[in-house]
Every structure is written in structure tokens, then in C-alpha cells.
């Protein structure tokens, strides 16, 4: 089973690790006793939608609706996400409503789908000088670095996955400050190609599959690994 996704830590992050993020743990621990093979790997957000849409791989990692409208989705999801608005620290700007974006210098991934509405829209119309789209395997990490350098004067992300790349870049985690939600917190999911017959076996194999994982207790001591608790209980 083919599965892509670009680099979210604690979700997913590298395939070689012994902690590749909770969301490949939870996806070997259903499919490999299953008897399949678990295909991961890491490449740009865009291209894993293109290809899921496409039918070239199976399914994306930690997407909703508004990334792609048409893959078949499980009932039980592989998480919650929530965005936040961040900014350097000694920046007073906090979001009040879309108004307040005005010629905001706005850090975001491209081909991400952040609240499924107002936001993305905003982000799909907004002049390329205020709405700056980051691309391939580091986008992340590029934002934060054009937001410290004054290049940007916000960006939008999650806020486990924030802390992560601040860590990585040793950035200490005060120097970027939240300010203001971007989304409420919703669920992700391990989104299914469409139109593939084996989606929907698949997809009936994940919801059984988690559902023993949370009741064995197994869900729980793969999150402890990542100090997270289940998104049943906390949201991010």
C-alpha cells in the first residue's frame, strides 16, 4: 500500500526514523498484520495530492475535505489539526477577522487546505505579495526562516508541528509567538484515492483496525511515545 505525505512531525515525518511520526505507527500497525507492505514516503504536499487524485499512489496522510474533495475518506480519523497564526516575537499584530490581513505579508504551504473556507479562499485570491506560498519538502521550515528574517509577518501552521521545526532549527520556541486561531480544531484523516477498488477496502480496514488499536490500548502507548494524548480526548 502506497502512502505519501510531506513532512509533519509528530504525524508523519522521516521514513528511516525509529519515530516516524505516531501516524505511520498507527498505519503499520494496522496494515502490516493485515499482511501488506507499507509503502511510505516523504515528498511535497502538491505532488502527493496530484498523485493521490491520480490514482498513482493509494493515500495521503492528514488530509481533510477541502485538500482533496473527491478521495474516499474513513470514518475514524488519524488525528486533529488546528492552525494558529504565528509572528516574531515584539510583533503586536493579532488576528481579528479576514480585514486584518490586509497587506499582511502571509506565510502559507501551498495546495493546503487550512480551514476549508474563508482562509483558503482568502489564500486563493489574495495578491502573491501578501499571500507567499512555500513549496517542496522544507516549506516549513522556509516560512519560519522568512518570518524571522522579516520576510513575512505571519504564517499559519499547527501548533504541534511548529514546535517540531522550531526544535529542528534550534529556534528557541519563545522567539515565534501564537496570535490569534487561523481554524477550529478538525479532524484528519488517511485519505484513499478515488475511484480505486481497493480504497474502499482500505478504508473499511482502517476504521476496524483503529478502533481495535484504541480499544487494546495500543493507540495510547504509540502516542506516549510522542508525548501526545488521543485527539478523541485533546485536540492539539
Not at 490581513?101 to 504551504?109: A, E, K, Y
Request: aromatic residues 10%; charged residues 20%.
Amino acid at each position: 500500500i502506497a502512502i505519501r505525505a510531506d513532512f509533519w512531525m509528530p504525524y508523519n515525518g522521516d521514513p528511516a526514523s525509529v519515530k516516524p511520526g505516531y501516524c505511520v505507527e498507527l498505519i503499520k500497525a494496522i496494515f502490516e498484520p493485515a499482511g501488506y507492505t507499507v509503502d511510505y514516503q516523504i515528498q511535497p504536499w502538491a505532488r502527493d495530492i496530484a498523485e493521490v487524485k491520480e490514482g498513482n499512489i493509494d493515500a495521503v496522510i492528514g488530509a481533510d475535505s477541502g485538500d482533496c474533495p473527491l478521495c474516499l475518506f474513513p470514518k475514524q480519523a488519524i488525528g486533529v489539526n488546528q492552525n494558529f497564526y504565528y509572528v516574531k516575537k515584539g510583533n503586536p499584530w493579532v488576528f481579528n477577522g479576514l480585514k486584518s490581513l490586509n497587506l499582511l505579508r502571509l506565510g502559507v504551504i501551498d495546495s493546503y487546505s487550512y480551514d476549508s473556507g474563508a482562509l483558503d479562499a482568502y489564500i486563493k485570491t489574495a495578491d502573491t505579495q501578501y499571500v507567499q506560498k512555500a513549496a517542496g519538502d522544507t516549506a516549513l521550515e522556509v516560512n519560519i526562516q522568512k518570518l524571522q528574517a522579516d520576510r513575512l509577518d505571519a504564517i499559519v501552521e499547527n501548533n504541534w508541528v511548529l514546535k517540531n521545526a522550531l526544535k529542528n532549527l534550534a529556534i528557541p520556541e519563545e522567539a515565534i509567538v501564537a496570535a490569534g486561531k487561523a481554524s477550529e480544531p478538525q479532524e484528519v484523516f488517511l485519505a484513499f484515492a478515488p475511484g480505486k477498488e481497493s480504497s474502499a477496502k482500505y478504508t473499511s480496514l482502517w476504521d476496524a483496525g483503529i478502533q481495535q488499536l484504541r480499544a487494546s490500548g495500543k493507540l495510547k502507548s504509540i502516542l506516549d511515545k510522542y508525548h501526545l494524548a488521543d485527539w478523541k480526548i485533546a485536540a492539539p
